[in-house]
């Protein structure tokens, strides 16, 4: 159980390159509206706000908040993002990240 954990998290780290290029062309991109663009400033406001809903007293515990309103708001993001437009940069993503034959 504890093997299959640490795979997960490690097949999510090796797509995280891929996440963040998702998200930044979802930002820049005008097809998507300014709601989901906005609330994305959600996590930086939480993330420095001075109040946790776990105190960081703890190195690493008072951070878990901090990743799950995070990883809440990135799926906010994306679904509300239109399905066509994110669909068509992760297929560009995905063709980028393709080993190329020569």
Known sequence: MRMLLWLRL????????????LFWRLLRDRRVSPLPKA??????AYVFYPLDLIFDFLAGVGWIDDVIVSYL??????????????AEH????EAENRPRIP
């Open 39 to 44: 609330l994305l400033l959600i996590i930086p």
């Open 73 to 86: 708001v990135l799926r906010g993001f994306i679904a509300l993002c239109p399905r066509l437009v994110v």
């Open 10 to 21: 490690a097949q999510l780290a090796r797509h995280i390159p891929s996440f963040l290029k």
């Open 90 to 93: 992760v297929a560009r993503i």
